[in-house]
């Protein structure tokens, strides 16, 4: 598969702060990007370099094998972008809004923005300043799916959403990715990423920490369990693999890193009465990535 | 304002606050931020208060240092009721006070007034809009007291402005005398006084009014009615009573310096108390984003200039067009109908003649209307870079609110968006000059002045270089310190014109003078066309433009 988004080495300071740092990133064709980070990482950096919005202060990032600063206006003829607080004109209507980005992007599918209009619930005729923040991301999603751009990149797109329309979103997500859309996810929410992409980076200050499937990343994860015991808790201390062990009276809870079995010894030797362990979430994923510290 | 920190007794504390930090009362902070906000507009007009207050003292002293020539322009100006009617009335103009008390008075008080408005409209209706009023209201304030504390800092803005005039009324009274302390800082006070006024008016209109916009347009409807009534009092002797509806006549009716009425001020205060009461009142009761002229906010879709770029930016400076070829149309009426007058009166009046000898650089007779009709194309160029220069603030503005990020992540380019907006500038402005043109034509065609059609038309298509040159510079400005665009764009304008005023005033040499732009206008129509000028002028215009578009190119779009 070809790759549609190349960033070799790319990196952006304003002033002493570096926002991004050395990034190498690759999003192949026809995928799903899941663009992870907590806010302040640098994503919307990231996707500013990519838009040509802002220049790269060393690297390059390469759309559709183009430079994304030299040459945006063939770049974005083929793709759509969403931002997570779209600024539109507050005296335009919904309806005049999408006509001017439909216009400037050089034509959209008119039958699918009617559906779309229908599916998002939008009121195409009230002023974008009667609107909340919300239903002007429904109006920047609109514009972006109705292109049916090849490459779609989004930023934080359903922050304002409420969960009916998180369902559409992730509708109109998939039907994306059947067509053979690209699409460009960046988000902190780690449900709305686990839920629709085929890779995931992860952003941490500046740095790209980890890229991979999420079975990939799995396993630098570790599982979390909890257990509630008729006496006391036992001690886990030198148990491999045990982390962050925490007693609350009867109850106890720690990760586990590798293998499960010793751990498990030790607490049926303890007569649990109850036990439950999680698969790790994308959350888990992050704190154990992280620490606690972001 | 006392901060409680201690719960009711009967209610758990949900968590012991370890440190309280004092940070002075909430209507205090909302205060000194929109302080902040107006501060620097504050000082800047202070200075052009002051530099025009001693100007004008100056220029009395050098231009009719005899008492002949002062008993004739006492009676010159004062016997003209176009003059007195434009002007106000001219009183004891045998005396420096008298003289610096009607030339300032008939200019200062409107700058003030038009600056209270704006400025009130844009910190209550412009930061409600934007919705930062409702982070402040979040606040342990009412929607009264914020509306209160905003007007407040209004209120110290106006003594900044106050305090700068005052302190030049001083200074030149010492250095000239001539000018009593007391009547002095009367004067300053009539001078200035018309910000809260309007800013009250715009206090007003920010809470019935939907947007800053319209917010500000009604206020200034009110301001642009409150003038006329002025006028039509101040140009007919039996509609003098007229002078005590409005706040600009109860102002000349303070009578600074030649007569002083305190009994004129009261009716003001009066006027600020009801409206500062009557919007706190209404603000205290209406829904935050609400207005009684709210227009519907859904209406059928208007396809016209969603086409591009350039016919977007088009569709949305039409606004900003009409409004200005309105404000600019009158004006040039009014000037070409007073324009025989005027040529008129100094063809009887040496000192006159002289005086405008003395404040221009350039050697005119206005002895003629074609004369008169050049100085105020000079003025009408003035404003008309300063409307060129609203055209970079607009497109810094789309920047800062980041919609220019949503435009250039369609397949635009930077060089191509920049360049429709400089060219949909070009023509807005192009557009309201021949307006101008047209109306100041027709003005003195009432006004029974010979000054053709083609006349005033090539003495609108004559301010245009100097006009494409201040285009050029603010989209200079734009793109080399977009933050500081209006600061740039409008420093200049405002620099050039005092520079070339204040040079004029002083007699500067003419390699001093030739730094203004605004000097190198050839005065059209009482002089030829300067070909080689208006050339060099657009040239460097466009180079500014280019080089600017060249730069934008190059650089980070970058935030509010």
Redesign the interface.
């Known amino acids: 598969m070809p790759a549609v988004i190349e960033a070799s080495g790319l990196t952006k300071r304003f002033g002493a702060t570096t926002a991004l740092e050395a990034l190498d990133l690759e999003v192949r064709q026809g995928e799903v990007f899941g663009f992870l980070g907590p806010n302040g990482a640098g994503k919307t950096t990231t996707i500013r370099l990519l838009l040509g919005l802002i220049r790269p202060s060393a690297g390059s990032a390469r759309v559709f094998g183009r430079d994304a600063w030299a040459q945006p206006e063939a770049i974005h003829r083929r793709l759509a972008v969403v931002t997570a607080d779209p600024a539109l004109w507050p005296q335009l209507t919904a309806h005049e809004t999408l006509d001017l980005l439909g216009g400037l992007h050089g034509g959209y599918d008119a039958a699918y923005r009617q559906e779309l209009i229908e599916r998002f619930d939008l009121d195409p005729d009230k002023r974008l300043r009667a609107f909340s923040t919300g239903n002007r991301q429904k109006v920047a999603l609109i514009a972006a799916f109705m292109t049916r751009a090849e490459l779609l990149v989004f930023d934080e797109p359903t922050s304002g959403l409420d969960p009916l329309r998180k369902v559409v979103f992730r509708e109109c997500l998939a039907e994306a990715r059947e067509r053979g859309q690209t699409v460009f996810l960046s988000s902190h929410l780690l449900v709305e990423v686990e839920a629709s992409a085929d890779r995931v980076g992860l952003l941490r200050r500046g740095h790209l920490v980890e890229v991979g499937t999420f079975d990939e990343l799995r396993h630098l994860s570790a599982m979390r369990i909890e257990a509630t015991f008729e006496g006391d808790p036992p001690d886990l201390d030198g148990i491999p693999g045990v982390e962050g062990v925490r007693v609350d009276g009867r109850r106890l809870s720690f990760h586990v890193h590798g293998s499960v079995a010793p751990a498990l010894e030790a607490l049926a030797a303890a007569r649990p009465v109850r036990l439950t362990s999680r698969e790790p979430s994308l959350e888990d994923l992050f704190l154990a990535r992280y620490g606690a510290d972001d | 304002m006392a901060r409680t920190t201690e719960s009711p007794a009967a209610l758990p504390r949900t968590a012991p606050i370890a440190s309280t930090r004092t940070t002075g009362s909430p209507a205090a902070l909302v205060g000194r931020l929109a302080f902040r906000e107006l501060v620097r507009g504050a000082i800047v007009w202070g200075a052009v208060f002051a530099l025009t207050l001693a100007a004008s003292v100056f220029a009395y002293e050098s231009t009719y240092g005899t008492a002949a020539e002062r008993a004739e322009l006492l009676r010159g100006i004062g016997s003209n009721s176009g003059i007195r009617a434009l002007f106000g009335p001219a009183r004891e103009m045998d005396t420096v006070a008298g003289f610096t008390a009607w030339r300032t008075l008939s200019l200062l008080p409107l700058v003030a007034g038009v600056w209270g408005l704006l400025v009130a409209t844009r910190l209550l209706r412009g930061e409600e809009?934007r919705g930062r009023w409702e982070t402040i209201l979040a606040s342990p304030l009412g929607r009264a007291r914020a509306t209160i504390a905003t007007l407040a800092a209004i209120g110290a803005g106006t003594g900044v402005l106050f305090a700068l005039t005052t302190g030049a009324v001083v200074l030149t009274a010492a250095v000239q005398g001539g000018i009593p302390v007391g009547g002095g800082l009367w004067l300053a006070l009539a001078l200035c006084i018309a910000a809260p006024a309007f800013a009250a008016v715009g206090a007003l209109t920010a809470q019935i009014a939907p947007?800053r916009r319209a917010a500000a347009a009604l206020a200034g409807a009110v301001f642009g009615a409150a003038y006329l009534v002025r006028v039509a009092a101040d140009g007919s002797s039996s509609l003098g009573w007229l002078r005590w509806l409005t706040p600009l006549g109860w102002i000349e009716e303070m009578r600074p310096l030649t007569g002083a009425r305190p009994i004129a001020l009261l009716p003001l205060l009066a006027w600020i108390a009801v409206l500062v009461a009557a919007s706190a009142w209404i603000a205290r009761r209406r829904d935050l984003g609400a207005a009684a002229l709210a227009r519907r906010?859904?209406?059928?879709?208007?396809?016209a200039g969603?086409?591009?770029?350039a016919s977007?930016s088009l569709r949305?400076s039409l606004g900003g067009l009409v409004g200005w070829a309105l404000a600019m149309a009158l004006t040039g009426l009014i000037f070409g109908f007073v324009s025989k007058a005027v040529a008129d009166l100094a063809r009887t009046s040496a000192g006159l003649r002289e005086h405008v000898r003395s404040t221009t650089s350039a050697p005119i007779d206005i002895a003629s209307a074609r004369g008169y009709l050049a100085l105020v194309f000079i003025f009408l160029a003035v404003a008309l870079s300063l409307y060129a220069a609203s055209h970079a603030t607009a497109a810094r503005e789309e920047e800062a609110?980041?919609?220019l990020?949503?435009?250039?992540?369609?397949?635009?380019?930077r060089r191509r968006w920049l360049a429709g907006r400089v060219l949909v500038a070009a023509t807005c402005v192009a557009v309201v000059a021949l307006v101008t043109g047209l109306a100041a034509w027709a003005g003195a065609a009432a006004g029974g002045a010979e000054a053709g059609l083609g006349d005033l038309l090539k003495a609108s298509l004559n301010a245009l270089p100097v006009v494409a040159l201040f285009l050029g510079l603010s989209v200079l400005g734009f793109a080399v310190a977009p933050r500081h665009t209006g600061a740039i764009g409008f420093g200049l304008v405002g620099f050039a014109y005092l520079w070339e005023q204040t040079g004029a005033i002083v007699r500067a040499p003419e390699w001093v003078l030739s730094i203004s732009p605004f000097h190198w206008l050839a005065l059209v129509p009482a002089e030829p066309f300067d070909v080689s000028a208006s050339l060099a002028m657009l040239a460097a215009g466009a180079t500014a433009a280019l080089v600017g578009i060249e730069l934008f190119h190059?650089?980070?779009?970058v935030s509010a």
């Open positions: 809009d947007t906010d859904d209406r059928p879709p208007r396809h969603l086409r591009s770029a977007f949305e609110t980041g919609r990020d949503t435009l250039l992540g369609q397949p635009v380019t190059r650089r980070d779009l």
